[in-house]
Each structure stands twice: as structure tokens, then as C-alpha cells.
T-cell receptor, first 113, second 116 residues
Framework: NAGVTQTPKFQVLKTGQSMTLQCAQD?????MSWYRQDPGMGLRLIHY???????DQGEVPNGYNVSRSTTEDFPLRLLSAAPSQTSVYFC????????????FGPGTRLTVT | AQSVAQPEDQVNVAEGNPLTVKCTYS??????LFWYVQYPNRGLQFLLK??????LVKGSYGFEAEFNKSQTSFHLKKPSALVSDSALYFC??????????????FGKGTTLSVSS
């Protein structure tokens, strides 16, 4: 099993550009989530999904969209990048429909200039 | 508001000494509690969890944590620290809500530095 994979590992965007961060898991987990990690702020939940076709907002959803068309994939879209979105983004998944013992991807480091 | 606090930004210990990383929480009901570790430039790795039962739970790499309901704490401990334990540690809590999708709430993290 590859676990949770994320692409790209690094990305630099200009203000106003859009892009999609990819996340995939091969563990047949129903629960998937996106976090951003900023120094001194821990991890903050952006969006999550409890199964294909079901998504919901977390603590900091503004400026981000998600969709869940399959169990495996949970892409995060930045609609119009802003410097405040410079962060490290982590995707995580867990068994069942709960935020239980989560498995994290390696992260995407995004810089918006 | 539901929250998790890690009162120490950094904990410094000498190799071979016991270590404690503190965590307190404020959530409704009986929470599920977790500890994760993050090594530089890596994602978080699960260490251990408390759901119910014995207040002392054991996890990976010789770590353990003690759930104290009266003090609403879940401190991470290890009897003898190793230099390789140096990392960023996160406490997380999930309220034991019945609905699906209840998210984890993470603390801000504590950097553990073990010196040789």
C-alpha cells in the first residue's frame, strides 16, 4: 500500500493563480480531510469528507474548494491564490466515517508570491 | 468552545531522562484523545490513542499517555528519552459525538528536544 499520497511536494504560485493539490489513498478509507499547518498555529481543518459525494467545511474553508467523486481521491482547489494561503498542506484519511486514527500524507509546501 | 492546549512550545530533556509533554482539553462529553509526532519535512504519524478503558495507554516507540478526566489532561510520557525522539508532538481530541465526520481538534504542537 502506498498509503496517502500528495502531489506536488512543492509549489510556487503568483497571487490570483489557481491550482489543485492532489490527494489519493489506497486504503479504502471513507473519511478524508485537508489541513493547513502554519508556524505556531498547529493544524487547522480546511474541508473534510465522510465518503464519495459528501464534503463539508472545516475551520478555515474560505478560498478553497473540494470534491469527492471517488473514495480514493480528494483534491483541494485554490480558486485565486493569496499570500495568506502560503502554508504546508496535509491530506489525511481514516477508516470509516470518523476522524479517528488518521493517516497523513507527506504534505505540499505552497508559497504564494 | 472546544479546544486543546499544549502549554509548552518546547520541552528540553537530556537523553536517558524521563520526558513529559503536556496536553489539556476542553470538549463536551467523553472525548477521544490522540498523540501524533511529526519529524522534519514529514507528515504526522499516529503514536497512541485513548478511547475508553485503562487510563494509561501505551503506544509506539515506548511512549505512553495518561488520561486524567478530573484534570482534563492527556500528558505524553516516556521513561527514558532518546535523541531520536526529538520532533514536534501534537495532541488532538475528538468529541465523542455520534454523528459521522466529527473532526479532530489539534493543539499547536510542542517541540521536543533531546540532548545527548
Amino acid at each position: 500500500n502506498a498509503g496517502v499520497t500528495q502531489t506536488p511536494k512543492f509549489q510556487v504560485l503568483k497571487t490570483g493563480q489557481s491550482m489543485t493539490l492532489q490527494c489519493a489513498q489506497d486504503m479504502n478509507h471513507e473519511y478524508m480531510s485537508w489541513y493547513r499547518q502554519d508556524p505556531g498555529m498547529g493544524l487547522r481543518l480546511i474541508h473534510y469528507s465522510v465518503g464519495a459525494g459528501i464534503t463539508d467545511q472545516g475551520e478555515v474553508p474560505n478560498g478553497y474548494n473540494v470534491s469527492r467523486s471517488t473514495t480514493e481521491d480528494f483534491p483541494l482547489r485554490l480558486l485565486s491564490a493569496a499570500p495568506s494561503q502560503t502554508s504546508v498542506y496535509f491530506c489525511a484519511s481514516s477508516f470509516g466515517r470518523e476522524a479517528y486514527e488518521q493517516y497523513f500524507g507527506p504534505g505540499t509546501r505552497l508559497t504564494v508570491t | 468552545a472546544q479546544s486543546v492546549a499544549q502549554p509548552e512550545d518546547q520541552v528540553n530533556v537530556a537523553e536517558g531522562n524521563p520526558l513529559t509533554v503536556k496536553c489539556t482539553y476542553s470538549v463536551s462529553g467523553n472525548p477521544y484523545l490522540f498523540w501524533y509526532v511529526q519529524y522534519p519535512n514529514r507528515g504526522l504519524q499516529f503514536l497512541l490513542k485513548y478511547i475508553t478503558g485503562d487510563n494509561l495507554v501505551k503506544g509506539s516507540y515506548g511512549f505512553e499517555a495518561e488520561f486524567n478526566k478530573s484534570q482534563t489532561s492527556f500528558h505524553l510520557k516516556k521513561p527514558s528519552a532518546l535523541v531520536s525522539d526529538s520532533a514536534l508532538y501534537f495532541c488532538a481530541v475528538r468529541p465523542s459525538a455520534n454523528q459521522a465526520g466529527t473532526a479532530l481538534i489539534f493543539g499547536k504542537g510542542t517541540t521536543l528536544s533531546v540532548s545527548s
